[in-house]
């Protein structure tokens, strides 16, 4: 699994003002984000804006993506949900060629118990054809995915990491302690990388790499002072990505360096003028 460590770039999916995808906009950001030294892509994710796209739209969106990359780099795909089998029905009718592994996100508003998200991700690893990597956000399922539950599914063959954002650090420790040694223990928050390759962590899965993979590549391979100056430089800019929803802040930036547009989908909102001003001052002190 070594293809997978360093730096994942959660992609997100440009769009037109006509609110159409702008496949022109994702060739030009997976071109930007691989020769800025990203490690790997993953694609409709939350940041992907998965959650407003037709099931033909992400199809699309994949077929782009596989295309266009060539196979200069690993591309995980994101399949979740808090329907299981809903879930599995997406795996049975996915096209898994030239996918590396899926990002499946820990059921999310029914609030299931530990053993209910054990079954879940079981039944899931079960059956999909490529490896799964979890995925624990707190702060948009309203459930947490404990060190426990986590260390009992890295058991199983085919659950081969988990992207963490729960924000607890010592969760992830406990983690780190005792699990297996190929396990992938990935951060899910920008700022938390460094913190947690110190504990056998194996990189990030970020947002903000769409617009400085560069950055992202330092902090992960390169020296440890280029690695702590690379954490420090996103800290005026991390909160903003965030502040009106992911990925407004992102697209806004993005737009910034003529990448692509800020359009989003509802129920987001593009970037509102104060907050655009904002990013674009962190953005010039940057460079």
């Not at 700022?191 to 903000?208: D, E, F, H, K, W």
Request: with cysteine.
């Amino acid at each position: 699994m070594n293809q997978l460590k360093g730096t994942g770039v959660a992609l997100i999916t440009p769009l037109k003002e006509d609110f159409s995808i702008d496949f022109d906009g994702l060739k030009r950001l997976v071109d930007h984000v691989i020769n800025g030294g990203v490690d790997y892509l993953v694609i409709l994710g939350t940041t992907g804006e998965a959650a407003t796209l037709s099931s033909l739209e992400k199809r699309e969106v994949l077929k782009t993506c596989l295309e266009h990359n060539q196979g200069r780099v690993p591309i995980v795909y994101g399949i979740g949900g808090n329907n299981t089998q809903a879930v599995l029905d997406d795996i049975a009718n996915a096209e898994f060629t030239g996918i590396s592994a899926i990002l499946s996100v820990s059921p999310y508003y029914n609030k299931p118990s530990q053993a209910g998200i054990i079954a879940h991700y079981t039944a899931i690893a079960d059956e999909c054809p490529v490896p799964v990597i979890l995925y624990n956000i707190p702060g948009r399922t309203m459930s947490n995915m404990t060190a426990a539950t986590t260390l009992k599914l890295a058991e199983h063959p085919n659950i081969i990491g988990m992207k963490e954002a729960s924000g607890n650090l010592e969760q992830c420790m406990q983690i780190a302690a005792e699990m297996p040694k190929d396990f992938l223990l990935i951060s899910g928050d920008d700022l938390m990388t460094r913190a947690l390759n110190s504990v056998r962590g194996s990189g990030i899965i970020s947002v903000l790499a769409n617009a400085l993979p560069e950055t992202f590549k330092k902090m992960c391979h390169g020296t440890d002072k280029e690695s702590l100056k690379a954490a420090f430089s996103i800290l005026g800019l991390n909160s903003l990505m965030y502040l009106e929803g992911n990925p407004v802040g992102i697209k806004n930036l993005l737009k910034h360096q003529g990448i692509c547009g800020d359009q989003v989908r509802l129920p987001m909102l593009r970037a509102t003028k104060e907050l655009s001003a904002q990013i674009k001052l962190e953005f010039q002190k940057m460079n």
